[in-house]
């Protein structure tokens, strides 16, 4: 049911016509919402060629990464797989030199696990993903219009200090966060095989010659039952109701500088193996999900701000994201290639007396009611709705900001950073997927990873200038306080 043949079109390729979420991500990945990063850095020098072999062993395996996001003859946006093989879209670009990383301020950086001594780097690591977050999309011309590849490559390396850093760029209109760790995990066995002189062995993967349905179609029966009048009652509500919760106030001259160009950047902050322990096992004992526990301290943070406290607000929306792969009749494996994940708009009282925990265990067990009643589901044309309309009117978010909830988190397990056939790479770290949050989207977007260790990473990624970064670091600061004060004290 879920595979869905490729239809040609004049000989030219096969193609299939993009679905509503689909859509929105393109025009949203335009403004700066929906461009995902994923950063590999290495200590060793490597061969543009091995880079460009291990992608297109990879391509081979997904039609959906061989794509380009197209208008077709009818004006309508669809995703097209050209008849040819093609080749991968790698570029390669100098070395960020060491002046303008070392320029970063050390607040927040994504430090290498063995980088403490020098960290030029991580220094030079965290700007090349802050870079890479506000570059967009481009065609063959050099453009930031269609057609556009699905996937791009780049590749920057400092062979005088063995070190590489290859950057994988995945557009959110046909992508997302579990189609990204897929492509992460296949490249690194595609490459430690390449390197070390031997033929890569993947193993094959369903979307090798088709593309799948649109999350849409894919909709269990029943499952999505709001009519026409329904969807747009729920969309006039959320309007309605969205003055009443609070958002992280603004930087103070944003009013004077929101017509300068948006753009994303983030902070990044690690629990340690002692916190992580501790945070884990609290959250064991107290009968909550992670998620549930970091939500808490971004909640409880944001309410402690004097700005909130002073407009006498203590409810707060967000969304918590999920990937549907498994909640599909028949469910996906994880490896298929696709954007399907949908959210769920959340909302969540914090008063003064609730303590951490009780936060925690509330937003756990909403989470888990939600996701019973297929809210991620049924509550997916509202939010394709909603995201249309601040698409093309973001004067209806406060300060024309594009802000539409305090934050946007996953829900489902964490990410593990346990990445296999590495052996021959001498792999100094892999992080992401970083998504570029300057377009339509909530005040930040939490990317967490749990490392080896365990150490849980965590990172928030933001508009700049509605928010400014010593800012966010104040908060972020209060966040991972308040996580680590909540496990020690359990």
């Known amino acids: ?79 097209q797989v050209s ?18 990383a070392s320029s970063s301020c050390l607040s927040g950086v994504l430090v290498l696990p063995d980088d403490e001594g020098d960290n030029a780097f991580s220094l030079a690591l965290d700007q090349v993903i802050r870079q890479e977050m506000n570059a967009p999309f481009l065609n063959s011309e050099g453009k930031p219009s ?8 780049h590749v920057y390396s400092e062979p005088s200090q063995s ?48 593309l799948l349905a649109p999350i849409e179609e894919l909709i269990p029966k029943g499952k999505a039952s709001k009519n026409f009048l329904q969807k747009g009652l729920d969309t006039v509500g959320y309007a309605l109701n969205a003055k009443k919760y ?6 103070p001259n944003y009013t004077d500088q929101r017509k300068e160009p948006f753009h994303s950047d983030f902070l990044t902050y690690t629990l340690g193996r002692a916190g992580t322990l501790d945070l884990l096992g609290a959250c064991k004992q107290e009968n909550t999900t992670l998620a549930g526990a970091l939500a808490a301290a971004f909640l409880k943070a944001a309410s402690n701000m004097k700005e909130i406290k002073d407009q006498k607000k203590d409810e707060f929306n967000f969304t918590s994201l999920v990937d549907c792969r498994c909640h599909f009749e028949p469910t ?22 609730m303590t951490f925990w009780d936060v925690a265990r509330a937003v756990s067990s909403t989470t888990e009611k939600e996701l019973s009643k297929y809210r991620h589901f049924s509550e997916l044309p509202v939010i394709n709705l909603l995201f249309s309309q ?29 990445w296999k056939d590495v052996e021959k790479l001498n792999l100094a770290a892999a992080c992401g997927p970083m998504p570029s949050m300057h377009g339509v989207g909530p ?48």
């Open 1 to 79: 049911m879920a595979l869905v043949q490729l239809n040609g079109e004049g000989g030219a390729g096969s193609s299939r016509l993009m679905g509503t979420s689909e859509e929105n991500w393109t025009k949203s990945t335009a403004l700066g919402t929906g461009l995902a990063v994923f950063a590999i850095a290495l200590r060793r020098s490597l061969e543009v060629r091995w880079v460009t072999e291990a992608a297109r062993e990879v391509m081979e395996q997904h039609s959906l990464l061989r794509a380009q996001a197209v208008q077709n003859a009818k004006g309508k946006l669809a995703f």
């Open 83 to 100: 008849s040819e093989a093609g080749s991968p879209s790698v570029e390669v670009f100098p070395w960020p030199s060491r002046e303008l």
């Open 390 to 418: 601040v698409l093309k009117h973001p004067g209806v978010t406060p300060g024309s900001s594009m802000r539409t909830a305090l934050f946007s988190l996953f829900v489902d397990k964490p990410l593990e950073g346990k």
């Open 163 to 210: 070190q590489t850093i290859i950057i994988m760029r995945f557009h959110s209109s046909g992508l997302d966060r579990p189609s990204a760790v897929t492509v992460v995990q296949e490249f690194f066995t595609a490459l430690n095989a390449i390197v070390d002189g031997a033929a890569p062995q993947l193993s094959d993967n369903p979307g090798t010659s088709v």
């Open 332 to 353: 996906l494996p994880e490896c298929v290639m696709g954007n399907y994940v949908s959210g769920i708009p959340q909302t969540q009282q914090v008063k003064e007396n």
């Open 443 to 490: 005040c930040f977007s939490v990317t967490e990873m749990l490392m080896e260790g365990p150490d849980l990473c965590v990172s928030l990624v933001y508009a700049q200038p509605v928010f400014n970064r010593d800012q966010m670091h104040t908060y972020a600061t209060a966040v991972v306080e308040l996580l680590n004060s909540a496990a020690k004290n359990h």
């Open 146 to 153: 269609l057609p556009l590849d699905l996937f791009q490559i």
């Open 246 to 251: 609070a958002l992280l106030p603004f930087q």
